[in-house]
């Protein structure tokens, strides 16, 4: 069973930096692809990052691309995402996840629904 556990969280002033990470258990076969998703008040749940764990490719939002960076630390079992020049429209909750699916790093990635393990989600409030 994978568990996937977000911190770093908080309030970050617009053009500042926030690092959010996310430490994952459980069988690495069961956690191919890594990734960030968010959900704002009101609005859908958004991909933000994702990151293949094999090879360490990477897919990333158009919204965030240039800004954000996903990477991983595999011998924590830990994922980042480095939030740089966050913009108000950032603020959401974003939630970690994982599954065995090895694609999300193809054209188009993968939606929601493949994704198998979900974290309690951390906070990001960006002020202007």
């Known amino acids: 069973q994978v568990q996937v556990v977000e911190s770093g969280g908080g309030s970050v002033q617009e053009g500042g930096s926030l690092r959010l990470s996310c430490v994952a258990s459980?069988?690495?076969?069961?956690?191919?692809?890594m990734g960030w998703f968010r959900q704002a008040p009101g609005k859908e749940r958004e991909g933000v990052a994702f990151i293949y764990t094999g090879r360490g490719s990477t897919n990333y939002a158009t919204s965030v691309k240039g800004r954000f960076t996903i990477s991983q630390d595999n011998a924590k079992n830990t994922v980042y995402l480095q939030m740089n020049s966050p913009k108000p429209e950032d603020t959401a909750m974003y939630y970690c996840?994982?599954?065995?699916?090895?694609?999300?790093?193809?054209?188009?990635?993968?939606?929601?629904?493949?994704?198998?393990?979900w974290g309690q989600g951390t906070q990001v409030t960006v002020s202007s």
């Open positions: 459980g069988p690495a076969t069961s956690r191919n692809c």
């Open positions: 996840t994982a599954t065995p699916d090895f694609r999300c790093t193809n054209m188009g990635g993968l939606t929601a629904r493949a994704y198998n393990y």
